[in-house]
């Protein structure tokens, strides 16, 4: 071991990985994980170790991968309200070790649709404006997913050098938002072009004509109040969606993944439609055509949140797709974590996209006015050990695999990250499985004044966050690092499985 080399020995910690959960040391050298299990630690080995940390009667967990973040987001004249650097400082305290972030491209018109009509912003150019906010701001290792709006031979052009040279191998579509939606041809010509990068299209999918047929009515009925965002985006309008991405897929023959899945109508044709989902034999994961994505407030805030009385309280909530009804069984929710224990939800990322109390006012009296988006980057691991896990609803290996395995697989980043293995990097979140405490805008550390969770108590904290085989948050809750430690993951082909 050279001299600079730095060693870190984890000790009796329980590591859980995607296949198994065993008691066992961990040793770190130079950021990488070196051995895991109830090792001989050769004499120069000791002599190295610089610090050891106990970890009796933790859990380890592999630091956390979120695949669906808006840092410094602009929309309508105003952004989301973290940054680069505050949001992944938040998602350090929550075991996120990992963002990906989606850069949009501006369509460059004020035309809406169809794109074909405008030229659009160059990818390029797009890349360099998402990577001069984050660039020496970041506290967590990041990579960038590309939003295309304008399908053009000048954007696919560019899509070979977007994915070799800057290392971005998975876009955005959306089905929805009329000055951002692209047709069901247009999101299929970016499917084939980018396979044959080895890219991934995501899709947010609404069904955008219906969307704003019904929100055309209501604003001609002056049924303009917060109250309408959830009835102007029905369930309908994602299973319509959905739908025709089956098609899509059954059509090309290639995978899509759709972000933010909020239903289980929309869950259910993917199930009802065979082949579409996971194949039986490869398990969670490997072969689905429709990779679903759901976040935390789909598993468990509900549409309840929409009747209240004061409508600053509704835009708190307002988000798209909105939740959805609990009803007497709690059906969205309950079928939501049935998903992801039979492996047809692959990933749990947040949609964080924060706007502060004063930017949600912005649509208080107008829901075309309210900025869509919820904090909770920093929630997705203790919602889904406190919610899925402690009540039975999935495993401790489901967990780790929609925490962060599946999304290192599925957007290139496995296996330098997404699970504890020998020769991957060092993330991991130490958690301490029984510390119960209350989520709350008063001991949070993203930058907005409110918690979409505020008083929900959760049995769970992650106590120790290590990142690339430094301690990034040490027992005390303190920050180890300097704003800029994040690195920038130049991603490689997606789905590999
Ligand atoms: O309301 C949401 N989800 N805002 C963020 C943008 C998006 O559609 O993912
Ligand atoms: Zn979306
Ligand atoms: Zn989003």
Redesign the pocket.
Known sequence: MNKNSTSILIKNGTVVSSSSQVKANILIVDGKIKKIGDMNISEPEWNDITEVIDASNLLIFPGGIDA?T?ME?PVMGISSSDTFATGTRAALYGGTTTIID?ANQNRNSSLSHPSSQTEGESLNHTLDKWFKKAEGNVYTDYGLHLSVTVINTKTLDELKGIVENRGVSSFKT?M??PNMRISDDEIATLMREANKLGGLVTV?AEDGQLIESLIEENIKERNISPKMHPLNRPTIAETNAISRLIDISNKEQLPIYV??LSSADGLNKVRENKGAGPSADAGVSAKAKIILETCPQYLVLDDSKYLHKDPLEINKF????PLRESGISNKNQNELWKGIAEGYIQVVAT?H?PFTLEQKKLGINNFTMIP???PGVEHRLEILFSEGFLKGKITLEQLVKVWATNPANIFGLYPQKGDIVVGADADLVLFDPSFKHTLSVKNHHMNVDYSAYEGFEVTGKCKCVILRGKVVIDNNGTLKINQGYGKYLHRNRCLHY
């Open positions: 669906h808006h987001l989606f959306f929805a938002y947010h972000v933010h307002v988000m798209s797709p949609d996209c869509n988006g919820i």
